[in-house]
């Protein structure tokens, strides 16, 4: 079992395939295995590495305040990264993973040689209606934390039951889930606003949203208009992770994302 141990925590890691490295991070209340779609079709041309963050899945105890969570969480992957002897990658976030990305992209932008951020968002907006009731509701989240997995199942089937796959890893990761971590990882995200610092990336970008909600859309809308390189791509018949529900159609517009800028994969990076 691949475990790094650093900054104070174990990281738990799978990784495949040789060449240009994909890192790709899950989603909140997620883990690596909601990327296994995407491992088993990227890994045939390309290093891909797929984690829990600490507080997730496999990975170590998360003890800090919600304040330096996401700040954490982010040194955590450069240094598994370092510990691999990777100087860049392309990193890949679903949801709160998409947030993970924006603050390395911020933070350490020479380790980014491209970013794409699917079903996320950029900033809560506290001084609107629905930005109060989005306050409101990371405090009052841990009511669902804390209920029994199984009481939560009968509406997430309903949620879901266009997309089963998706729904088949919900389930497994909502009765596998650690509350108290999660719930500290909710309110990390409770006062977001990346919109100024996202412009000052300027390597490629990409924003994925599955197109079941306005409102996803237009989050992602938002979040690609602050990057000075970014392009936007709106998958049909999906909700969020559209990894998931989608996930052919989700590797597609990666891969041509990545082929449009010419990140290498494994054949170009040995014949050039």
Same mark, same amino acid.
């Given at each position: 079992?691949?475990?790094?141990?650093?900054?104070?925590?174990?990281?738990?890691?799978?990784?495949?395939?040789?060449?240009?490295?994909?890192?790709f991070?899950?989603?909140? =209340?997620?883990?690596?295995?909601?990327?296994?779609?995407?491992?088993?079709h990227?890994?045939?041309?390309?290093?891909?590495?797929?984690?829990?963050? $600490?507080?997730? =899945?496999?990975?170590? &105890?998360?003890?800090?305040?919600?304040?330096?969570?996401?700040d954490?969480?982010?040194?955590?992957?450069i240094?598994?990264l370092?510990?691999?002897?990777? $100087?860049?990658?392309?990193f890949?976030?679903?949801?709160?993973?998409?947030l993970?990305?924006?603050?390395?992209?911020?933070?350490?932008?020479?380790?980014?040689?491209a970013?794409?951020?699917?079903?996320?968002?950029?900033?809560?907006?506290?001084s609107t209606?629905?930005?109060?009731?989005?306050?409101?509701?990371?405090?009052?989240?841990w009511l669902?934390?804390?209920?029994?997995?199984?009481?939560l199942?009968?509406?997430?089937?309903?949620?879901?039951?266009?997309?089963?796959?998706?729904?088949? &890893?919900?389930r497994?990761?909502?009765? @596998?889930?650690?509350?108290?971590?999660?719930? $500290?990882? $909710?309110?990390?995200?409770?006062?977001?606003d990346?919109?100024?610092?996202?412009?000052?990336?300027?390597?490629?970008?990409l924003?994925?949203?599955?197109?079941?909600? @306005?409102?996803?859309?237009?989050?992602? &809308?938002e979040?690609?208009?602050?990057?000075?390189?970014a392009?936007?791509?709106?998958?049909?018949?999906?909700?969020?992770?559209?990894n998931?529900?989608?996930p052919e159609?989700f590797?597609?517009?990666?891969?041509?994302?990545?082929?449009?800028?010419?990140?290498?994969?494994?054949?170009?990076?040995?014949?050039g």
């Amino acid at each position: 079992m691949p475990v790094a141990r650093l900054n104070g925590t174990s990281i738990y890691y799978e990784m495949q395939g040789s060449g240009t490295t994909i890192l790709f991070i899950h989603g909140h =209340g997620w883990n690596h295995r909601m990327f296994k779609p995407q491992l088993d079709h990227f890994s045939k041309r390309y290093r891909t590495i797929a984690c829990d963050l $600490r507080g997730n =899945g496999r990975s170590g &105890e998360l003890r800090q305040s919600p304040d330096n969570i996401i700040d954490t969480q982010c040194l955590d992957l450069i240094l598994l990264l370092n510990s691999l002897g990777i $100087r860049q990658a392309v990193f890949v976030g679903i949801d709160y993973g998409g947030l993970i990305v924006q603050r390395i992209a911020a933070q350490y932008p020479e380790r980014a040689a491209a970013i794409v951020i699917a079903d996320s968002f950029c900033r809560i907006e506290s001084s609107t209606v629905y930005g109060k009731l989005q306050l409101a509701a990371a405090y009052m989240s841990w009511l669902d934390y804390y209920a029994p997995g199984e009481l939560l199942l009968p509406s997430l089937r309903l949620a879901y039951q266009r997309w089963a796959p998706a729904y088949d &890893e919900l389930r497994r990761n909502v009765l @596998d889930r650690r509350p108290r971590e999660l719930y $500290r990882q $909710r309110l990390a995200t409770r006062r977001i606003d990346y919109t100024d610092h996202l412009t000052a990336f300027r390597g490629p970008a990409l924003g994925v949203a599955g197109d079941y909600t @306005d409102y996803g859309i237009a989050c992602m &809308e938002e979040l690609v208009a602050c990057l000075p390189q970014a392009g936007l791509a709106v998958i049909a018949d999906a909700r969020g992770p559209s990894n998931l529900c989608r996930p052919e159609a989700f590797n597609q517009v990666v891969e041509q994302f990545l082929n449009r800028h010419a990140i290498r994969s494994l054949g170009e990076a040995e014949s050039g």
